[in-house]
């Protein structure tokens, strides 16, 4: 099958790792360079949506109503203030999500209908923003993306949650997608003054080689300002280490899909 776009989901079952500020600023990144990106937020806690400046009040259709296959991407997507950065929005909605769909053979296959459309080609990177856990929306998630973009934080635990879901990748090529490749493993919320910072870095190196991206993204104050903006880091201060180390960080995501496409 010839694909156009790129579907990367962006998982880690634990919570505050990066995850959300990752999708929204190499999202931005991306869409800085040209590329035209779309985020499907799939967190009922809607962090992707609110650091987007979306209000909740413009989230009548949300990624809820995509997946249950009630409206379209082009009907769910909404423009954000970042010129070629568009959002599927979350709301509590999808809290029922599982519920009402256990009971379905294809309940871990709704997302990938979703995004299986001539529609989803309009955008070349389809970036997923998981919820911390292995729920049925990671799954959908896992089952519609070509690639894993797996964020790690430097901290003392980060190996132990890195191997169940290495694991769980696995599974879900046993089981949902063959397919599911790893894009790549990005360290978050580096501290280079903490020695246990950089022993986890060459720790993670060492089990997992060029698994690892290059680019370190680091603590950083402006990051983490940004999102009560409603803007990404990016654009909120594009000069400090974190802006930069995401425009880093999408450049080698870049580089990995045009190795991939060579292959
Ligand atoms: P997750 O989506 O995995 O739960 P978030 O992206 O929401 O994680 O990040 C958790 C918290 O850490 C947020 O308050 C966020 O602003 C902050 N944060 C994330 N990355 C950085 C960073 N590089 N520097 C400083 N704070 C960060
Ligand atoms: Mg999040």
């Not at 987007?52 to 109503?65: A, C």
């Not at 010129?83 to 929005?89: F, Q, S, T």
């Not at 191997?163 to 599974?171: A, F, H, I, R």
């Amino acid at each position: 099958m010839f694909e156009k776009n790129r579907i990367i989901t962006i998982a880690n079952q634990k919570g505050g790792v990066g995850k959300t500020t990752t999708a929204i600023n190499l999202a931005t990144a991306l869409a800085a360079i040209g590329e035209r990106v779309l985020i499907v937020d799939l967190d009922p806690q809607g962090n992707a949506s609110t650091g987007l400046g979306i209000e909740r009040r413009e989230r009548k259709i949300s990624s809820y109503d995509l997946l249950m296959g009630y409206n379209s991407v082009a009907e769910t997507a909404l423009e954000t203030a970042v010129p070629n950065l568009w959002i599927v929005p979350s709301t509590m909605d999808l809290l029922g999500f599982e519920m009402e769909i256990s009971q379905s053979s294809d309940r871990a296959f709704k997302l990938r209908r979703a995004l299986n459309t001539d529609e989803a080609q309009f955008y070349s990177y389809i970036l997923l923003d998981c919820p911390p856990s292995f729920n049925l929306l990671t799954m959908n998630a896992m089952a519609a993306a070509h690639s894993v973009l797996v964020p790690l934080q430097c901290e003392f635990f980060a190996l132990e949650g890195l191997s169940q879901l290495l694991e769980t990748v696995d599974q879900v090529r046993r089981t949902i997608n063959p397919a599911l490749d790893i894009q790549g493993i990005v360290l978050t919320m580096f501290d280079a003054r903490n020695n246990l910072a950089q022993q986890v870095v060459s720790d993670v190196r060492t089990y997992l080689g060029d698994k690892v991206y290059h680019t370190l993204i680091p603590r950083n104050v402006r990051v983490s300002e940004a999102p009560s903006y409603g803007k990404p880091a990016i654009l909120y201060d594009l000069k400090c280490a974190g802006s930069q180390a995401y425009l880093q960080l999408a450049s080698e995501v870049i580089q990995r899909e045009r190795r991939r496409k060579a292959a």
